[in-house]
T-cell receptor, first 116, second 113 residues
Framework: GAVVSQHPSWVICKSGTSVKIECRSL??????MFWYRQFPKQSLMLMATSNEGSKATYEQGVEKDKFLINHASLTLSTLTVTSAHPEDSSFYIC????????????FGPGTRLLVL | GDSVTQMEGPVTLSEEAFLTINCTYT??????LFWYVQYPGEGLQLLLKATKADDKGSNKGFEATYRKETTSFHLEKGSVQVSDSAVYFC????????????FGRGTSLIVHP
């Protein structure tokens, strides 16, 4: 079946540093990937839609200069949290849609970020 | 806009009890409906889906029927196990649209031995 991986699975960093999270589709190509943020005991909040070869589309209220997204290939999207602060601590989840199967999304296992 | 409403949790059951988690939706078009499950510390996994009215999605003993007349997609399981303890998310995505799902807030299920 379709598998999406994320790396790292968890990361602890100091305030002010940048953190990169990778999302890979392991056995399919994904023109579109999505990045979500999940707060404790809450639903997923869509942050941005990542399109291969073009700029990401950010949801209202999400700072694109803070959350940099790069979709460099059909199997890899990265989210970089720049100048991280404690309020950026969260669970970040990506998902990928196989090219041509738009409504089917496969989710990664998530990355837990803790900013000290 | 589209929205999904789930019953608030946590839902606490004993093993082998019957489970129902209610989900209703509001959509402008003809959405596909999904249930996702999130186990502790993990991402979401698609549990089941239904793409048109009266369709029944089923997987691992769970099932849900797409009810257009009541705009509902309630999740049921006849006999829950401790291993079913997780958070369950109902979601929809508009057919022919952006396919970005709209999620409910999630319902936590706790099953005791």
């Amino acid at each position: 079946g379709a598998v999406v991986s994320q790396h790292p699975s968890w990361v602890i960093c100091k305030s002010g540093t940048s953190v990169k999270i990778e999302c890979r589709s392991l056995d399919f190509q994904a023109t579109t990937m999505f990045w979500y943020r999940q707060f404790p005991k809450q639903s997923l909040m869509l942050m941005a839609t990542s399109n291969e070869g073009s700029k990401a589309t950010y949801e209202q209220g999400v700072e694109k200069d803070k959350f940099l997204i790069n979709h460099a290939s059909l199997t890899l999207s990265t989210l970089t949290v720049t100048s991280a602060h404690p309020e950026d601590s969260s669970f970040y989840i990506c998902s990928a849609s196989p090219t041509g199967l738009g409504e089917t999304q496969y989710f990664g296992p998530g990355t837990r970020l803790l900013v000290l | 806009g589209d929205s999904v409403t789930q019953m608030e949790g946590p839902v606490t059951l004993s093993e082998e009890a019957f489970l129902t988690i209610n989900c209703t939706y509001t959509a402008t078009g003809y959405p596909s409906l999904f249930w996702y499950v999130q186990y502790p510390g993990e991402g979401l996994q698609l549990l089941l889906k239904a793409t048109k009215a009266d369709d029944k999605g089923s997987n691992k003993g769970f099932e849900a029927t797409y009810r257009k007349e009541t705009t509902s997609f309630h999740l049921e399981k006849g006999s829950v196990q401790v291993s079913d303890s997780a958070v369950y998310f109902c979601a929809l995505s508009e057919t022919g649209g952006s396919y970005i799902p709209t999620f409910g807030r999630g319902t936590s299920l706790i099953v005791h031995p």
